[in-house]
C-alpha cells in the first residue's frame, strides 16, 4: 500500500479554498485507487503545517518510501503556510527521504526541489516560478485539474514519474489549445506560463509498482 501524505493551507486568505478543493480532488481520486492507496491518507491541513508537526511526526514513518503533495503558496527556498516555512531548504528537506514530492507551490521548484533530491528525495515535481490562480469557477476548475494531472496520471496506470510529468505538460498544451480556440488568450497565457514553469528533478524510471506497493 502507498502511503500518501497531503499537506494544504485550507486558512490562506486569497486561495485556502483552492488549496482544499484541490485536495478533494485528489482524495476523491484516491478513493477509486483503494487498492494501491492506504485507505487514510495523512491529512495536514493549515493547523498542522508547521515544521514542528513535521519534525514530530515524518521520522516515524522512516525509512518506508511514500508520497507527499502540498497545495500552499511557495517561495525559492521554501513551502509556506501563513508567515511560517513550513518545508524548507537546509532546515527539515532531510524528512522526505525516500519520497516522492509533488507541489503546486511557486517557485518551489527553483532551489527547494533540488534541495530535496540532494537529501535523498526521489524525485520532485513542481514549479520553478510563480503560478496565477483565476479566481473564477470555472478558470480555478481548469487550473486544479492541470495541477493535479501528474500525480493523478501516475497512480492511475502503470508509468514512470517523468512520463506522468510529460503526460502533465501535454495536458497543460491540451487546455491551452482549446482556451486559444475560444479566443481566451490571456487564462491561456496563463496556463502557458505554468506550462512552462514545471520542472522535475530525480530519478525518471520511478514507478509506483516496483517502489511504493
Do not use: W
Not at 487550473?143 to 512520463?163: H, Q, V
Amino acid at each position: 500500500m502507498i502511503n500518501i501524505f497531503v499537506a494544504f493551507d485550507d486558512k490562506d486568505e486569497s486561495l485556502g479554498d483552492y488549496f482544499e478543493d484541490c485536495k478533494n480532488h485528489l482524495l476523491s481520486f484516491l478513493e477509486e485507487c483503494s487498492e494501491l492507496v492506504n485507505k487514510n491518507p495523512h491529512e495536514i491541513s493549515s493547523t498542522c503545517c508547521n515544521s514542528a508537526y513535521l519534525d514530530i511526526m515524518m521520522p516515524k514513518y522512516k525509512p518506508n518510501p511514500f508520497i507527499f503533495i502540498a497545495y500552499s503558496h511557495g517561495n525559492e527556498r521554501a513551502l509556506c503556510c501563513g508567515d511560517n516555512s513550513y518545508i524548507e531548504k537546509n532546515v527539515n528537506a532531510h524528512h522526505f527521504e525516500n519520497s516522492l514530492f509533488y507541489t503546486t507551490a511557486c517557485s518551489a521548484g527553483k532551489e527547494l526541489g533540488e534541495d530535496l533530491i540532494s537529501k535523498g528525495c526521489l524525485a520532485f515535481i513542481g514549479y520553478k516560478s510563480e503560478i496565477n490562480v483565476y479566481k473564477q469557477k470555472e478558470k480555478m476548475e481548469i487550473t486544479k485539474n492541470c495541477c493535479n494531472s501528474g500525480i493523478i496520471a501516475f497512480l492511475s496506470s502503470d508509468i514512470t514519474i517523468y512520463e506522468a510529468y510529460k503526460k502533465m505538460e501535454n495536458y497543460y498544451t491540451q487546455q491551452i489549445d482549446k482556451l486559444e480556440e475560444f479566443k481566451d488568450m490571456l487564462f491561456a497565457a496563463c496556463l502557458r506560463e505554468a506550462r512552462d514553469a514545471l520542472v522535475f528533478f530525480g530519478n525518471r524510471g520511478l514507478r509506483k509498482k516496483s517502489y511504493f506497493i
